[in-house]
């Protein structure tokens, strides 16, 4: 069963410092993997995407990470700001013959406490 | 970066009114997803479409319905709308054949059925 499933739940840190959430998938076969983050009552906004073949990506203070022969991935945000509070949605496209469907995490909710 | 595109923001409407909530993108894209997400929790699917005259029903059962006559274009109507349809939902478009990258998101109708 393709499946995604993101640790930890939540997650609370001080605003400076870093963190790091985690994104396991067992989808197959797999094509991409997308980081989104959604603010409260807001639609999920893309970080980043990687193929297969990329291993690292960064977006700002946003770098995410991709082991495909392990099926995980990781978000790390540095020097954290007020504004990263949202929750953090990790998003997996199979390749499939047909639609090509994607899957979702149920997502990290990160508090930065000032 | 995306260009899709949801009406009303937020919709509150008494039991059993008709009401179609808009979606529409200018990226060309093919496929079009509709998620309906409580607070807090994750997205489920709940309808998708491959193209136009081209839909299918998602992981989540619905009581909506929905079409897909233009690409740009993809409502979604609920007949008679009940108290349990209070939700957030969230479009969604993405392009690449047979590998989407990703999608991008609308900002989310939040109904609320009284």
């Known amino acids: 069963k393709n499946q995604v499933e993101q640790s930890p739940q939540s997650l609370i840190i001080l605003e400076g410092k870093n963190c790091t959430l985690q994104c396991n998938y067992t989808v197959s076969p797999f094509s991409n993997l997308r980081w989104y983050k959604q603010d409260t009552g807001r639609g999920p906004v893309s970080l980043t995407i990687m193929t297969f073949s990329e291993n690292t990506k960064s977006n700002g203070r946003y770098t995410a990470t991709l082991d495909a022969d392990t099926k995980q991935s990781s978000l790390h945000i540095t020097a954290s700001q007020l504004s990263d509070s949202a929750s953090y949605i990790c998003?997996?496209?199979?390749?499939?013959?047909?639609?090509?469907?994607?899957?979702f995490g149920r997502g990290t909710q990160l508090t930065v406490w000032p | 970066e995306a260009d899709i595109y949801q009406t009303p923001r937020y919709l509150v409407i008494g039991t059993g009114k008709k009401i179609t909530l808009e979606c529409s993108q200018t990226m060309g894209h093919d496929k079009m997803y509709w998620y309906q997400q409580d607070p807090g929790m994750e997205l489920h699917l709940i309808h998708y479409s491959y193209g136009v005259n081209s839909t299918e029903k998602g992981d989540l059962s619905s009581e909506s319905t929905v079409s897909r006559i233009r690409t740009e274009h993809f409502p979604l109507t609920l007949e008679s709308a009940r108290p349990s349809h209070t939700s957030q939902y969230l479009c969604?478009?993405?392009?690449?054949?047979?590998?989407?990258?990703?999608?991008?998101f609308g900002q989310g109708t939040r109904l609320t059925v009284v």
């Open positions: 969604a478009s993405s392009e690449g054949w047979p590998e989407p990258k990703g999608a991008f």
């Open positions: 998003v997996v496209s199979d390749r499939g013959s047909t639609l090509g469907r994607l899957y």
